[in-house]
T-cell receptor, first 110, second 117 residues
Framework: RKEVEQDPGPFNVPEGATVAFNCTYS??????FFWYRQDCRKEPKLLMS???SGNEDGRFTAQLNRASQYISLLIRDSKLSDSATYLC???????????FGSGTKLNVKP | GAVVSQHPSWVICKSGTSVKIECRSL??????MFWYRQFPKQSLMLMAT?????????EQGVEKDKFLINHASLTLSTLTVTSAHPEDSSFYIC?????????????FGEGSRLTVL
């Protein structure tokens, strides 16, 4: 079983739409959770950390559900520039290994 | 944010040759760095954890004699793909977390795209 699983998409949405991605993780002892954005043929860049209480950064909202072992990312008012692949990342016990989902591709269209 | 630099960005080599990729943390020290590999349209797969001053820890299925890792200083880790073959063609990305940092996030190098002919 994979450590982290994501729906690969693609999600094709019009500008201004709200879109949500989920990511499930298998290890209940996982410590920290992140969303990364990866543009085509580039390295991943941190979008936001995910806190237990949920957190928001502008149009982006991240939530964690430990009981069901999933994290989510909500993007409101989608922009063309939001088109990218979104990777969830889970840090394992011991503050060391990070595991990534396969990424969810988002295409925002005019 | 913290900066991690990787070199080279692109490399094309003949089958059977070895290729060295460098990963540097430019503005912080990192006792641990991580090497990932990403095939097209696939996830980042952790290959190994590079530990400064000691042996790297390899993930299951990753050949340590093929992917040599050296972490000689707190700011530099190198990955050498030995006797490269076309199936080793991939996007190799290093990452690091500042020593003593408590945010836990990883910072990535720009990645090295390897093509083995």
């Amino acid at each position: 079983r994979k450590e982290v699983e994501q729906d690969p998409g693609p999600f094709n949405v019009p500008e201004g739409a709200t879109v949500a991605f989920n990511c499930t993780y298998s290890n209940s002892a996982s410590q920290s959770f992140f969303w990364y954005r990866q543009d085509c043929r580039k390295e991943p860049k941190l979008l936001m950390s995910v806190y237990s209480s949920g957190n928001e950064d502008g149009r982006f909202t991240a939530q964690l559900n430990r009981a069901s072992q999933y994290i989510s990312l909500l993007i409101r008012d989608s922009k063309l520039s939001d088109s990218a692949t979104y990777l969830c990342a889970v840090r394992g016990l011991g503050f060391n290994k990070f595991y990534f989902g396969s990424g969810t591709k988002l295409n925002v269209k005019p | 944010g913290a900066v991690v630099s990787q070199h080279p960005s692109w490399v094309i080599c003949k089958s059977g040759t070895s290729v060295k990729i460098e990963c540097r943390s430019l503005d912080f020290q990192a006792t641990t760095m991580f090497w990932y590999r990403q095939f097209p349209k696939q996830s980042l797969m952790l290959m190994a954890t590079s530990n400064e001053g000691s042996k790297a820890t390899y993930e299951q299925g990753v050949e340590k004699d093929k992917f040599l890792i050296n972490h000689a200083s707190l700011t530099l880790s190198t990955l050498t793909v030995t006797s490269a073959h076309p199936e080793d063609s991939s996007f190799y990305i290093c990452s690091a977390r500042p020593s003593g940092g408590n945010t836990g996030e990883l910072f990535f190098g720009e990645g090295s795209r390897l093509t083995v002919l």
